[in-house]
């Protein structure tokens, strides 16, 4: 089945660790989206990227890194510079087209919790 | 600046009542597009629907409809005989297709909780 996987579901962090959530798609999309939201708030992106190897800043990318190897995998790293980590991570993938919007579909999310 | 508004933080209805979702929306451009996603308590956002800037016919999809009104900048979410199963957050939301890198901008979610 195609979609889009994200592990661990939760973790958790001691203050000062960085720590990677992971994200892979099989839907042969090109762009990837992070998005953090935080209890009875919207989606806030904070990175995101269209093509291999190029990335952009989202809204609130102080504090994360990325990285786009490989077409299917968008990595998020939460540097101990974050100073608030702890929310709900999620995982978006779109099909890019010159002309249109595509949808974002998602994956179920990471919590990440620190102690 | 894009903004997408949901007043209502939180809407609670009897099993098998009709409910409608507000979402109005701001945008400075002709060209753009409106979602509504659903999050169950999972976590997961689901699509449910797209809709661009020049089509303003209404939808239905089973016990779902939606009304697309430009004039008054609303994309507003019925669901027909409503379930359990349809409590959870259901986020509207707006995208430019020609802002970078196609950015979605969601509003901050309407909790519809249907009681049995």
């Known amino acids: 089945d195609g979609g889009i996987t994200q592990s661990p579901k939760y973790l958790f962090r001691k203050e000062g660790q960085n720590v990677t959530l992971s994200c892979e798609q099989n839907?042969?999309?090109?762009?990837m989206y992070w998005y953090r939201q935080d209890p009875g708030q919207g989606l806030r992106l904070i990175y995101y990227s269209q093509i291999v190897n190029d990335f952009q800043k989202g809204d609130i990318a102080e504090g994360y890194s990325v990285s786009r190897e490989k077409k299917e995998s968008f990595p998020l790293t939460v540097t101990s510079a974050q100073k608030n980590p702890t929310a709900f991570y999620l995982c978006?993938?779109?099909?890019?087209?010159?002309?249109?919007?595509?949808?974002?579909?998602f994956g179920p999310g990471t919590r990440l919790t620190v102690l | 600046a894009q903004k997408v508004t949901q007043a209502q933080t939180e809407i609670s209805v009897v099993e098998k009542e009709d409910v409608t979702l507000d979402c109005v929306y701001e945008t400075r451009d002709t060209t753009y597009y409106l979602f509504w996603y659903k999050q169950p308590p999972s976590g997961e956002l689901v699509f449910l629907i797209r809709r661009n800037s020049f089509d303003e016919q209404n939808e239905i999809s089973g016990r779902y409809s939606w009304n697309f009104q430009k004039s008054t900048s609303s994309f507003n979410f019925t669901i027909t005989a409503s379930q359990v199963v349809d409590s959870a957050v259901y986020f509207c939301?707006?995208?430019?297709?020609?802002?970078?890198?196609?950015?979605?901008?969601f509003g901050s979610g309407t909790r519809l909780s249907i009681r049995p």
């Open positions: 978006a993938s779109s099909q890019r087209t010159a002309t249109s919007t595509d949808t974002q579909y």
């Open positions: 939301a707006l995208s430019e297709p020609y802002s970078s890198a196609s950015k979605i901008i």
């Open positions: 839907l042969n999309h090109d762009a």
